[in-house]
């Protein structure tokens, strides 16, 4: 059964450097996603993209962020100059959704960011 | 404000009864209400997804509910197992540009034997 892949599933890095979380989405879908939740915490939308575009953002996701198709495959979240308050499990996420429908969310296993 | 609530208290029941999660919201319109299942350090998995104009949805031993003037789901999983021991996620999908999905904070489910 086709799934969501996430690399790596552990990034250790010190707070001011940019992280680069990758994700490889099912393959024929074509909304992606970025969720976080900190440890202990509710999952909490981050972005959608769809068409190489953002759909839409939360708060969280402020200039800091940025996310990118770069080929036909992977699908990627970079974090600038990470803070302590960045620690978190970051989850990927597709979705077929059609127009006019929708369509359940396929979530990733996750990479574990940790800003020491 | 908007708020999904899940009983944030564990909830530890014998293997073979039925398991019932309760999700409120306040001051959302979803057109859709899913629900999703997470072990520790894994991603959210799927189980179902039930539509505003729908009352209930079953699939194998899972059921829910959605009264949305109660604003209220239910989940139900008959004939729990100690594989059935995980968080419970309610995420409520308003239908907007994006599709975003937000979530509930849990609620921890222990089936015991």
């Known amino acids: 059964e086709p799934e969501v892949t996430q690399t790596p599933s552990h990034q250790v890095t010190q707070m001011g450097q940019e992280v680069i979380l990758r994700c490889v989405p099912i393959?024929?879908?074509?909304?992606f996603y970025w969720y976080r939740q900190i440890l202990g915490q509710k999952v909490e939308f981050l972005v959608s993209?769809?068409?190489?575009?953002?759909?839409?953002k939360s708060e969280i996701f402020d200039d800091q962020f940025s996310v990118e198709r770069p080929d036909g495959s992977n699908f990627t979240l970079k974090i600038r100059s990470t803070k302590l308050e960045d620690s978190a499990m970051y989850f990927c996420?597709?979705?077929?959704?059609?127009?006019?429908?929708?369509?359940?969310?396929?979530f990733g296993p996750g990479t574990r960011l940790t800003v020491l | 404000s908007q708020k999904i609530e899940q009983n944030s208290e564990a909830l530890n029941i014998q293997e073979g009864k039925t398991a019932t999660l309760t999700c409120n919201y306040t001051?959302?319109?979803?057109?859709?209400l899913q629900w999703y299942r997470q072990d520790p350090g894994r991603g959210p998995v799927f189980l179902l997804l039930?539509?505003?104009?729908?009352k209930e949805k079953r699939k194998e031993r899972l059921k829910v509910t959605f009264d949305t003037t109660l604003k209220q789901s239910l989940f139900h999983i008959t004939a729990s197992q100690p594989a059935d021991s995980a968080t419970y996620l309610c995420?409520?999908?308003?239908?907007?540009?994006?599709?975003?999905?937000?979530f509930g904070t849990g609620t921890q489910l222990k089936v015991e034997l």
């Open positions: 996420a597709s979705s077929a959704r059609y127009i006019a429908s929708t369509d359940t969310q396929y």
């Open positions: 393959s024929n879908h074509l909304y």
């Open positions: 993209f769809y068409n190489n575009e953002i759909s839409e």
């Open positions: 001051n959302y319109s979803p057109a859709y």
């Open positions: 039930i539509r505003e104009n729908e």
């Open positions: 995420a409520l999908d308003l239908a907007g540009g994006g599709n975003k999905l937000t």
